[in-house]
C-alpha cells in the first residue's frame, strides 16, 4: 500500500497541480468504515506508514478496529480517517507546504462487517447508509465534510438477468459476488448501474447508522 502511496504522491507533484485544489474525495462508491483516527507512530523517522496498529500492536485500541484485515496486510489504512492521515503525509513529502483536505463519501459505510470478502464491491447486502451530510467532521484540519457522493440506492451494476427477465448486456462478474445482492435465490434482481434499485435503498435505510 505503502508503494502505491508514493506513486500517487510523485504524480500529483509531477502535475505541478498542487496550488490549483483543494484536496481529494475519498471512499466514493465504497463501505470503508470512518473509524477513529490513530495516534501517528510511524515505521521510521520521514516513514508515510503509520505503524500503530501494525504487528498486532494496540489491537485493543478502537482506532485499530480492522474489518478488512487490512493490517495483516502491512497497510494502515483500516478506516478512512488513517487512510487519509498516511495519504496526507505522504503528499506532503513530495509536495512541501501542500495542505491537502478531503470529502468522505459516507452514503453507505454505515456498516463495517458485512462482506466476506472486500474486495467485493457490487449492491453488497447488509450495508446501511452511513453519516449524514456534515462540515461537523472528526478532523477539521484534514476533512471539510462527510457526504453521500455515491448516492444511496443507486445500483452499482446489474445481476446476470435484470429484473424484468432480460439479460444484463453489462453484467460484471463482481455483481455476482456472494455479497452481491441478488446472488442467492429467493433475492430481487439487479439493475444496471445508476439505476434505481429500490430493494437496495430500503436495506440501507434500515441498517443505517447516521
Excluded at 138 to 158: F, I, R
Excluded at 169 to 188: A, H, K, L, Q, V
Excluded at 191 to 208: C, H, R, S, T, V
Aim: charged share 15%.
Amino acid at each position: 500500500w505503502d508503494d502505491n502511496l508514493q506513486k500517487f504522491a510523485q504524480l500529483i507533484a509531477s502535475l505541478n497541480i498542487a496550488s490549483k485544489i483543494r484536496g481529494f474525495s475519498t471512499n466514493v462508491a465504497n463501505y470503508q468504515p470512518i473509524g477513529i483516527q490513530c495516534p501517528w507512530q510511524p515505521q521510521s523517522q520521514g516513514s508515510s506508514r503509520n505503524d500503530y496498529c501494525l504487528n498486532n500492536q494496540h489491537q485493543s485500541d478502537p482506532c485499530c478496529a480492522d474489518p478488512c484485515k487490512l493490517e495483516g496486510q502491512w497497510n494502515p489504512g483500516n478506516n478512512e480517517l488513517n487512510y487519509i492521515q498516511g495519504l496526507t503525509v505522504g503528499l506532503r513529502q513530495h509536495i512541501p507546504n501542500f495542505q491537502p483536505h478531503y470529502i468522505i463519501d459516507s452514503g453507505r459505510n454505515g456498516v463495517a462487517n458485512m462482506r466476506q470478502d472486500c474486495a467485493n464491491w457490487c449492491n453488497i447486502r447488509g450495508a446501511g447508509v452511513g453519516l449524514k451530510p456534515t462540515t461537523n467532521t472528526a478532523n477539521t484540519t484534514l476533512v471539510d465534510a462527510y457526504y453521500w457522493l455515491k448516492t444511496p440506492g443507486e445500483s452499482d451494476g446489474c445481476t446476470q438477468m435484470l429484473p424484468n427477465g432480460q439479460a444484463c448486456r453489462r453484467y460484471d462478474s463482481m455483481c455476482g459476488s456472494e455479497d452481491s445482492i441478488g446472488s442467492r435465490s429467493g433475492e430481487p434482481r439487479a439493475p444496471e448501474a445508476g439505476k434505481w434499485f429500490d430493494y437496495q435503498i430500503k436495506m440501507l435505510a434500515e441498517n443505517a447508522h447516521m
